[in-house]
């Protein structure tokens, strides 16, 4: 359970503002004062502060940098009044994750409060290499084949440098693991860490993200806005799927990595900074190049060094370490003894296909040791879960499918006016989404591993399909 620290001098916001976070599976202390936050931050282990800049006695900036000089891996969010949004921009170029406006949308704080949790674990989580099937702290890249000892090489010798690093896979493959590996090896290690995904941002809002905004560039723009880049300042930014970004978007991003400067949406002053660059994709550069969806100059620029992660099938001598290593990290998250696995079912999964790759696995171990009762972990339990391949979905999941299919039919012969592949998605993905909070009894974070989807995706989920469970709290 992650724990946050909220430090407010207004009683009645903090308290009611601790319950909401309580009621989201946080653990919660709230400080009254600076002076109050910073020995509760000397005393504990947090993973987030939330820090109001008007504050009696020390101000809220004053406070943030003490926070910062105990740990600067400690995400920050700024919570800031109309007439203190200069000094939150002072402290987000300073390294805070990011500042809010009072009076704030709850959803959209829940949803920043989980990208700064995510970010602070990615930066603080240690992601071990070669690491023994057994390792159980943090996070690790599991593999003895002769392509993973050419990946740890590369990860060695790359990391000792200031180089771009280009990272090229199949999606599921662990690129986001070799990233943060990267970085946890560098020399920018102490500095911050920060993930865009360019496709999960939509393009109207990518650039913004990216570069910041001057006030008034846009309707909505009501102030500055530091982007992440400029808030990465000595650190490093890894651009995750930049094989998808839009070309306008690509031009900056060389300008950056050729310049080492950008600017602001709807500003004229030229920003000096100072980033790595690592990027991903698990798209082909060489064929979007010549269809003109990617820049060469910038394909170049990108691949001073690239490291190649193979597909699971390419590496089949890999899935028992991988196996043995999520049998028993899920088991230990789940409170379980690890059940271990039948013979034959770890002969089906190093047959297997694993389109997914490694996210594929682990999903599917995570999903069996849920609805696993104690025993060795057998074929027809990996059959029940796997679908997609006929050969392994069990009869019983093919009548489910069957209700499905009639399901669509129907709507599709009877109501052709009011259907559309949206609203099919929208209805299949409500349902898939309130059933994981049910087996998790409302746990988000579980519901999340679960579906395979970080929480701010999660949380944009139940708002949009206004999902609310009995363990829920009102």
């Known amino acids: 359970m992650e724990t946050i620290l909220v430090i407010d001098d207004d009683d009645q916001l903090r308290k009611s503002f601790c319950k909401l976070l309580k009621e989201e599976n946080y653990a919660v202390i709230g400080a009254a004062s600076g002076e109050a936050g910073l020995e509760v931050a000397q005393q504990n282990r947090l993973d987030l502060v939330i820090l109001d800049m008007r504050l009696p006695g020390m101000n809220g900036l004053e406070v943030f940098k003490k926070i ?28 805070a994750y990011d500042y809010i406006l009072k009076p704030f949308d709850v959803p959209e704080m ?7 949790l995510e970010a602070g674990y990615f930066m603080r989580s240690p992601v071990q290499m070669d690491a023994s099937p057994q390792a159980q702290s943090g996070d690790a890249i599991i593999g003895q084949s002769k392509s993973m000892q050419m990946v740890y090489k590369a990860i060695g010798r790359v990391s000792q440098t200031d180089a771009t690093v280009l990272i090229r896979g199949e999606s599921g493959t662990g690129k986001e693991l ?11 290690s102490q500095k911050a860490f920060l993930i865009i995904n360019c496709v999960a941002i939509p393009e109207n809002l990518l650039e913004s993200e990216l570069f910041g905004y001057e006030k008034g560039s846009f309707t909505g723009a009501s102030q500055r806005h530091i982007g992440k880049i400029e808030q990465a300042n000595k650190g ?41 660059i690592i990027a991903a994709t698990n798209k082909n550069l060489e064929q979007a190049i010549e269809k003109g969806t990617f820049r060469e100059d910038l394909y170049f620029r990108l691949k001073v060094v690239t490291i190649e992660l193979p597909p699971l099938r390419k590496r089949r001598e890999d899935i028992k370490s ?19 696995i039948q013979t034959e079912a770890m002969k089906r999964l190093i047959g297997y296909g694993w389109p997914g790759n490694i996210r594929e696995l682990a999903n599917l171990l995570q999903k069996v040791l849920i609805f696993n009762r104690g025993a060795p972990v057998s074929v027809r339990e990996l059959d029940q879960i796997i679908g997609g391949n006929e050969g392994l979905v069990a009869p019983e999941e093919r009548i489910e499918f069957n209700e499905i299919r009639g399901w669509v039919s129907q709507k599709l012969s009877h109501h052709p006016e009011t259907c ?6 929208d209805t299949i993905s409500s349902i898939v989404v309130e059933e994981a909070l049910k087996i998790t009894n409302g746990n988000r974070s579980q519901a999340a591993k679960l579906l395979d989807v970080s929480r701010p995706t999660l949380h944009a989920k139940i708002d949009k399909y206004q999902i609310r469970l009995k363990t829920e709290i009102s």
């Open 68 to 95: 910062r000089a105990m740990d600067a891996k400690l995400p920050v969010i700024i919570v800031t009044a109309y007439g203190t949004t200069e000094i939150a921009i002072e402290a987000t170029k300073r390294g």
């Open 110 to 116: 829940l949803s920043l409060i989980s990208q700064a």
């Open 178 to 188: 070799v990233a943060r590996a990267v970085y946890q090896h560098g020399v920018r």
């Open 236 to 276: 490093t930014v890894f651009l995750d799927e930049i094989g998808d970004m839009p070309l306008n978007i690509q031009a900056k991003i060389l300008r950056l990595l050729q310049e080492k400067k950008i600017e602001r949406i709807g500003g004229e002053e030229t920003i000096p900074v100072d980033v790595r």
């Open 322 to 340: 991988l196996v043995s290593h999520y049998m028993e990290k899920f088991s230990n998250e789940l409170h379980m003894d690890n059940p271990g």
């Open 420 to 425: 559309s592949l949206d609203d099919f998605v």
